[in-house]
Nanobody
Framework: EVQLQASGGGLVQAGGSLRLSCAAS????????IGWYRQAPGKEREGVLC??????YYADSVKGRFTISSDNGKNTVYLQMNSLKPEDTAVYYC????????????????????WGQGTQVTVSS
């Protein structure tokens, strides 16, 4: 089964940018839908950007600021985060699974098969 490792988090000032990476091992992303999630202290984990076999979902809070890309040669998916805001502060996770449509399955969904470990993003004001 594929395993995921997220990295790239850090401390950045508001308005800045970060690029998170999600590297797959033991398999490839080819057959998977991919999701980026985040969890702020005291809040539920939420999907912010998910790409399924048919569509891409962006949470309203990140539209126009976050994008997803991939490097198939490196078997890595990236989350480019621009114009960061203090409310983007959270632990960010990548996940893989199988789903269709424009959505991010909720944590615990049977469509989510594997999670990477989180990477902390802190945006200072």
């Amino acid at each position: 089964e594929v395993q995921l490792q997220a990295s790239g988090g850090g401390l950045v000032q508001a308005g800045g940018s970060l690029r998170l990476s999600c590297a797959a091992s033991g398999g490839t992303f080819d057959d998977y839908a991919i999701g980026w999630y985040r969890q702020a202290p005291g809040k539920e984990r939420e999907g912010v950007l998910c790409i399924s076999r048919s569509d891409t979902y962006y949470a309203d809070s990140v539209k126009g600021r976050f994008t997803i890309s991939s490097d198939n040669g490196k078997n890595t998916v990236y989350l480019q985060m621009n114009s960061l805001k203090p409310e983007d502060t959270a632990v960010y996770y990548c996940a893989a699974g199988w789903w269709y449509g424009r959505s991010c399955p909720k944590e615990g969904s049977r469509y989510l098969k594997v999670w990477g470990q989180g990477t902390q993003v802190t945006v200072s004001s």
